[in-house]
């Protein structure tokens, strides 16, 4: 079931990686200098005309590929990743790459699911987006 998962959230740009990815970690864009040199570049690749556009365009994109795919497989397969933002990170082409060892599978187990629904949404939204 989970190999079935995985192969459908790439269609979100979700890419597990069994290697720690060299390309740009998530957590470096919560340190100021960091982030900002991380927008300055991708302002000049996407031909962004400012920091603030650039930064609007990679929070939506950063969104879209934590949200859809969260909602995706909770729909679709009645489970979520569960991947902490230090095994996040952008590879050049703004895909997600998430270091498989550190990740866990919650899966709807009973009938409780708003309970589980509930809890696999606000820990995403606070250890992904609110942070970011």
Not at 5 to 15: A, R, W
Not at 87 to 112: D, G, P, T, V, Y
């Amino acid at each position: 079931m989970r190999s079935i998962v995985m192969n459908e959230l790439k269609s979100f740009d979700i890419h597990l990686e069994h290697d720690k990815s060299k390309e740009f970690p998530i957590t470096d864009l919560l340190i100021e200098e960091k982030c900002l040199s991380y927008l300055q570049k991708q302002m000049i690749e996407i031909k962004a005309p400012n920091l603030s556009v650039t930064a609007s365009m990679l929070s939506k994109r950063y969104a879209y590929l934590v949200v859809s795919s969260t909602l995706y497989s909770m729909v679709e397969f009645d489970c979520a990743l569960k991947f902490p933002i230090n095994a996040c990170s952008l590879n050049k082409e703004r895909k997600l790459c998430i270091q498989a060892s550190m990740c866990k599978w919650q899966e709807l187990k009973s009938a409780e699911r708003e309970q589980w629904r509930e809890t696999v949404l606000s820990t995403l939204f606070s250890s992904h987006i609110t942070p970011v």
